[in-house]
């Protein structure tokens, strides 16, 4: 699947939520939710589809992965 939205969005929450991100964290983490579920919506997709996307993220970063 080719999709350039997704992979738009993908990288933006990448930067937005990296360690290095200039935005501060709580910041950035409205802005992902609100990106991610506006981009699902448009999509049909479910709420867990978007709990999965962040729980990426944000499991790498914090060793949540695993769990």
Known sequence: ????TLVSLMSELARLLSRRSATPRK???RI?????RAFA????Y??????GV?????????DLAAA
């Open 1 to 4: 699947m080719d999709d350039q």
């Open 27 to 29: 910041a950035a983490l």
């Open 32 to 36: 992902a939710h609100h990106k991610l």
């Open 41 to 44: 919506e448009a999509r049909r």
């Open 46 to 51: 479910s709420e867990e589809w978007c709990d």
């Open 54 to 62: 962040l729980l990426t993220f944000l499991g790498a970063r914090n």
